[in-house]
């Protein structure tokens, strides 16, 4: 198939392009930044630039929409700058593809679009108030393709997660635990743990994500004209304490560890319920921790090394 993915210079879009084009499928990005591998036909352009996309979003069947602004904490700093890349970026985006008549997205939701959780783990059609604009950000997103779907019979697919995590994780700053874990004992730094180290996080393999969207493609195109969401969960949360441990094992090296105050707003567990993607997606997790840290870990100690 012809897919444009947005944002497939990140870390999700890297593994997703390098996954497509293994299948034979025929890839553009389009990005702020150039791909980190030489072979993928990479446009830079703004999201936000609707006369660039809708010159660029065309050829294709089905948009994989990764692109925006990530990090919850900076969203309450500047939510309007959020609102501008992730919301409008968006309407751009949805706009070229009507124009061109591209009706298939494939979404990176998140599991931000519930906030405060009332039960755990989280289904799909527990409430939705989020907490940050960035979870806001990402139910408006899911909204404006439920939109367009409604009014321009598009199929969507929004895939609800956590905390990925993998090889090639560079986020800038780096604010993901894993990656910081790894790079404060890699670099006997102190290891800096919010409250009691307790809190239960749903730690998903970058493998499994890229699964899942392999099966979130099958699904629209055989369940076309809806508006399809699901949780992607491990189903088995881990305390941050249990992650420091998992990567101390895999570097074979002790983490000095700092407690600091506990943040606000923080839920003690948070983990989602994969049943509907189970049964409609056939998807499942795959990925062990312990395997899925040791992976990481080899592969940033050997990056640090080149
Ligand atoms: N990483 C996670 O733990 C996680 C969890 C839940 C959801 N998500 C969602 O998955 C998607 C991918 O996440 P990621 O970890 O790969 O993030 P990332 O920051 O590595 O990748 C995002 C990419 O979007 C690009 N981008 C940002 N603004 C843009 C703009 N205005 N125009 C064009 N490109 C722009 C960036 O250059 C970057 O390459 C995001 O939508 C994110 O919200 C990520």
Not at 8 to 35: C, Q, W, Y
Not at 126 to 149: C, F, H
Not at 243 to 267: C, F, H, S, W
Request: without cysteine.
């Amino acid at each position: 198939m012809r897919i444009i993915v947005t944002g497939g210079s990140g870390f999700l879009g890297t593994h997703m392009i390098r996954a497509l084009k293994n299948e034979g499928h025929e890839v553009k990005n389009i990005d702020l930044r150039p791909s980190r591998d030489n072979d993928v036909n990479t446009i830079i352009a703004d999201i936000r630039n609707t006369d660039l996309m809708k010159q660029h979003i065309k050829d294709a069947e089905v948009v994989f929409h990764f692109a925006g602004l990530i990090e919850a904490g900076e969203s309450v700093k500047f939510p309007q700058k959020y609102v501008d890349t992730n919301i409008s970026g968006t309407i751009s985006v949805l706009e070229a593809m009507r124009v061109n008549n591209i009706k298939t997205i494939i979404f990176s939701s998140s599991a931000a679009v519930y906030g405060e959780p009332l039960n755990i783990p989280i289904k799909e059609d527990d409430r939705t108030i989020p907490i940050n604009p960035y979870g806001m950000n990402k139910l408006a997103m899911e909204g404006l393709i439920s939109s367009y779907v409604e009014a321009h019979k598009f199929t969507g697919v929004a895939l609800r997660y956590f905390n990925l995590y993998g090889p090639e994780e560079h986020h800038m700053p780096e604010s993901h635990a894993m990656p910081r874990f790894i790079k404060q004992i890699f670099n006997n730094q102190e290891v800096t743990v919010y409250g009691n180290g307790e809190h239960k996080r749903d730690y998903i393999h970058i493998r499994d994500i890229v699964s899942a969207h392999f099966k979130a493609l099958d699904y629209a195109i055989k369940n076309p004209e809806k508006y399809h969401y699901f949780n992607l969960s491990t189903e088995k949360p881990s305390t941050v304490l249990e992650i420091a441990r998992e990567v101390e094992k895999a570097m074979n090296k002790q983490a000095k560890i700092t407690y600091l105050a506990e943040r606000p707003g923080d839920p003690l567990v948070l983990y989602a319920n994969a049943q509907k993607a189970r049964q409609y997606l056939g998807w499942q997790a795959q990925v062990s921790l312990e395997d899925g840290v040791k992976e990481t870990v080899d592969y940033f100690l050997k990056y640090w090394e080149k």
